[in-house]
């Protein structure tokens, strides 16, 4: 809270004793139906209006009340002789040949009604909520139906701010009754400027306030009853409890717009302006406070209602309370994500401080599988794994994954905002030149390779799949038999024979390191079997997913044999079939050059669509004495772009 403003009264009692010797000098009236509206939208003149006024709804602030503002129209007689009960009639010629001093006096008067009646409005709500709840909540004995103790945390200091604005909303009413006599609003507003402090104190203890509202309606049926009785009350005008506490939060900045708009019309030097100045400022500051507040609660509330529909997160408060700082919303949606053995559509909810990997069980229902903080974070890379059409890795210290966005700007979205979290938070390593064993690896999925990604032994039921959890590629028994120390998980774990060199080369093998960690490095055999190649295989590339000119998923048929489907890859002129994406090894290579590349010569039909059939995307490679190659593709689109290149290979074009 700024400077200016003074300290936050510690009764009601100081703030009633600020007004004493103001009130004696102010003439009491009697005025129960302050404003009313038309249908026509005009405004009722008040008595102390200058004559020249035509009081419309105002159009200097040109704004309505907001949304959850309960304004309140009090019923006037219109059979009343009273000439104040008597609708202004807009006066066109009138307005044209007013004088310009006539005309910024008319619109000063319209801001200061503005500002009388909006108060009118809020302290209606600060009523509701000090009087008309906090009535209801006691039982047939007077006393409250739960302990006082909760009573205070939910309701705050909503007794000094009723007290505050009954006292501005009086003093306001005076004024405008009397505006000929004294046309000003300067020295009321600052007099109550040094007040808004409170403010801060109601602003402090808001998310409490929430919170114990929310758990009390939970655990006690009658107060949930009550509350809800009320809520349906017209009273409430459909707006739940907390959206009424909401209020108090909104009404600062009204005053600092309203303000503004009067000291545009105020020359300086009116008797009006140095007072108008200094409580603009005062207001300004608080006004300043309260917008952070109003981010913060919005937020706040928005938090609590994605966490909601998430279950399987535990005890939500522990959730909350795990974070340093409060959770910050950044970014929620659906993705896939790639698991060992298939792909998986899931929904994610990121915060400033977590991330949540969420099962779909419903139209806004989730279940949480994961819960990462960003401490964990360590990279978000690009990826190139043909399972996702727009994938990228999420690395963190106890589970990496890969993801994929629906689009490229969904996944561009996704790497932003992850990125940005992950170096908002000190915690995090950002870049870690020497993962292995430190950092979970991205797995490898089992479909992604159908050899071993070092002796390049071909899986079977027999010779099994084993990622190593230190690289996460994947091998045969043989090829990843020892295991290792990995501090990531801090545990011995299975790795293949590269890692566990290079790891036991880094971290050494003394007898103090075994003791310490618990490591007995030694060789581990499922079944024996004969010695594993020498470490890198044969291929360069094992390890990556292989890529050329172009790479890529393609059925493919030879001879009377049904499509079989193949990682494709053109490179060095030849097309490349490979069981997998990641394997280092081809099963089969054909040398493009001289090869004719051209439709088939009959067309085929994967299906009938009604009674239309519905051709297959094919593309005939063939070569003099040799059996032609079928391709066939997903989509238009993706057998061009095989055409043109399969078409440049065979004449050697680069």
Not at 42 to 58: C, E, L
Not at 96 to 110: G, H, Q, T, V, W
Not at 383 to 390: A, M
Not at 518 to 546: D, H, R, W
């Amino acid at each position: 809270m700024s400077d200016n403003l003074a300290e936050t009264p510690r009764s009601v009692r100081d703030i009633r004793s600020l007004f004493e010797g103001a009130n004696k000098n102010h003439k009491q009236t009697k005025f129960d139906n302050p404003t009313y509206l038309s249908p026509q939208g005009n405004r009722k003149v008040h008595p102390g209006a200058p004559d020249d006024s035509i009081s419309v709804a105002s159009s200097t602030a040109n704004e309505e009340h907001s949304d959850n503002e309960v304004v309140v129209k009090p019923k006037v007689n219109p059979d009343s002789g009273d000439e104040s009960e008597k609708l202004a009639v807009p006066d066109p010629q009138h307005r044209i040949n007013e004088s310009p001093d006539k005309k910024l006096r008319r619109k000063r008067f319209m801001i200061a009604e503005e500002l009388y009646t909006t108060e009118e409005a809020y302290f209606s709500r600060l009523s509701l909520i000090h009087i008309e709840f906090r009535n209801r909540l006691k039982g047939p004995d007077g006393r409250y139906i739960v302990p006082d103790r909760i009573i205070q945390e939910i309701f705050m200091n909503s007794e000094q701010l009723y007290t505050l604005h009954q006292l501005l909303r009086d003093r306001l009413k005076e004024r405008i009754e009397s505006w000929e006599l004294r046309p000003r609003i300067g020295d009321i507003m600052k007099d109550m400027a040094p007040y808004f402090a409170l403010y801060t104190t109601y602003m402090s203890m808001f998310e409490q306030a929430i919170k114990t509202l929310n758990d009390t309606c939970s655990k006690n049926e009658q107060f949930a009853n009550v509350v809800k009785t009320i809520e349906a009350d017209e009273l409430c005008a459909n707006l739940k409890l907390s959206q009424h506490m909401l209020g108090p939060v909104q009404r600062i900045p009204r005053y600092r717009m309203l303000l503004e708009d009067y000291i545009k019309r105020l020359p300086e030097d009116s008797p009006d302006y140095p007072d108008v100045k200094e409580s603009l400022d005062k207001v300004a500051a608080a006004a300043n406070k309260a917008n952070d507040d109003i981010a913060k609660l919005e937020n706040f509330q928005l938090v609590m209602h994605l966490l909601r529909s998430v279950s399987g997160l535990g005890n939500l408060e522990d959730t909350l309370e795990d974070s340093t700082t409060p959770l910050i919303y950044i970014k929620h949606g659906q993705i896939q994500k790639l698991s060992r053995r298939k792909v998986q559509e899931r929904f994610l909810f990121l915060f400033s401080e977590l991330l949540l990997i969420c099962k779909i069980e419903g139209k806004d229902r989730y279940k949480c599988n994961k819960k990462i903080h960003v401490s964990e974070l360590r990279d978000i890379l690009d990826s190139c794994d043909p399972s996702l059409k727009y994938p990228f890795e999420v690395i963190t210290k106890k589970h990496s994954f890969t993801l994929g966005g629906k689009d490229k700007d969904d996944k561009e979205g996704w790497m932003q905002a992850l990125d940005r979290v992950l170096k908002g938070h000190e915690a995090a390593i950002v870049s870690t030149p020497n993962r292995l064993g430190v950092v979970a690896p991205v797995w490898i999925p089992d479909n992604g390779v159908s050899m071993c990604m070092s002796c390049e032994r071909s899986f079977t039921p027999i010779l099994r799949r084993h990622h190593c959890r230190a690289c996460g590629k994947v091998f045969c028994y043989h090829c990843s038999d020892k295991k290792a120390f990995l501090s990531y998980d801090n545990s011995v774990s299975r790795v293949c024979v590269s890692c566990h060199s290079i790891l036991k080369s880094r971290d050494g093998d003394d007898d103090e390191l075994k003791t310490k960690r618990g490591l007995t490095v030694s060789n581990f055999y499922s079944e024996p079997g004969p010695e594993p190649p020498a470490e890198g295989g044969t291929t360069a590339t094992k390890g990556t997913v292989q890529t050329g000119n172009i790479s890529g998923n393609i059925w493919v048929k030879n001879k009377e044999k049904d499509f079989q489907k193949f990682w494709c890859v053109i490179k060095d002129f030849s097309l490349h079939f490979y069981l997998a994406s990641y394997d280092g090894k081809p099963k089969k290579v054909v040398p493009l050059v001289g090869w004719t590349i051209a439709e088939p010569d009959e067309p085929q039909y994967s299906s009938e669509k009604g009674s239309e059939k519905v051709p297959e995307r094919l593309l005939k490679v063939g070569h003099k004495n040799v059996d032609s190659i079928y391709l066939k593709f997903e989509d238009d689109a993706d057998k061009e772009r095989w055409y043109e290149q399969l078409s440049k290979a065979a004449v050697m074009e680069s």
